[in-house]
């Protein structure tokens, strides 16, 4: 029986999806070229380092290690400099409310996210005190679909990963579930999010009853 939900931030969370394509762009369009909202979405759920490899790849440019050290610190400033303006009024629906009904049901909470910005987000949005362990991309070095982030979450919480319910909005972190044999609730569209065991529009469908039926 499941006595853990791990939470992915953005996307589940909170909608930092929009401030993260904004900084990317910008370093394309310095680079001289552009990419689609619809190819934003290939970069959900994956690390900071791993997401520039595949936008330099879409232009086409070729830099060295240090080069994107330098490109991916760059963009990270323009991106804290826009997250450290968020505010709770940006907790996505019902999000906040599932928190808050998992805990009073003695259920354990975790984060799993791959951004290195967790704590300045959950700060900004004023929701640190709801989860019991944070894990996030300082702790972690493996990207989703690898299933490390969240067997770390699962460990933090002194539980087994098959106790764990896994909330996310990407198929990498869906894949990083299953992989950790955990159950996945899908945040989004069945269409694409396949592979989960339920998926739901947002937090504000979930209820206790749904996912002690998983
Ligand atoms: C999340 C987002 C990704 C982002 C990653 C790293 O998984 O969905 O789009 O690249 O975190 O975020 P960071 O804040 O460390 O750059
Ligand atoms: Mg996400």
């Given amino acids: ?13 909170v909608d930092t999806a929009v401030y993260h394509y904004k900084a990317w762009r910008r ?30 790849n879409w ?17 990270n400033n323009w991106y804290v400099e826009m997250i450290t303006k968020m505010t709770p009024e940006e907790i996505l629906p019902g999000a ?8 009073t049901n ?10 290195k910005n967790s704590e300045t987000i ?21 990207s989703k679909p690898n ?12 539980v087994q990963p098959e106790e764990c319910v896994v909330f996310e909005d990407a198929i990498a972190g869906i894949q990083a579930a299953k992989a950790g044999n955990m159950k996945a609730i899908g945040i989004g569209r069945a269409a694409v999010l ?11 469908e979930m209820t206790i009853e749904k996912m002690e039926n998983l």
């Fill in 147 to 158: 299933p490390e982030v969240f067997l770390v979450g699962a460990k933090e919480l002194n």
């Fill in 96 to 103: 906040k409310e599932f928190l808050e009904l998992v805990r």
């Fill in 194 to 204: 396949n592979e989960a065991d339920l998926v739901v529009a947002g937090l504000f």
């Fill in 122 to 142: 959950l700060k900004q949005i004023g929701l640190m005190h709801l989860f019991d362990a944070l894990v996030d991309g300082n702790k972690v070095t493996k």
């Fill in 27 to 56: 370093l394309a369009n310095q680079l001289g070229f552009d990419f689609t909202e619809e190819q934003n979405e290939e970069l959900k759920g994956i690390s900071r380092i791993e997401s520039l490899k595949i936008i330099l």
């Fill in 1 to 13: 029986n499941i006595k853990a939900c791990i939470f992915d931030l953005d996307g589940v969370i």
């Fill in 59 to 75: 232009g086409a440019v070729s830099k060295s290690d240090k080069e994107m050290q330098e490109l991916a610190t760059l963009k």
């Fill in 106 to 115: 003695h259920y354990l909470t975790a984060l799993g996210s791959a951004s």
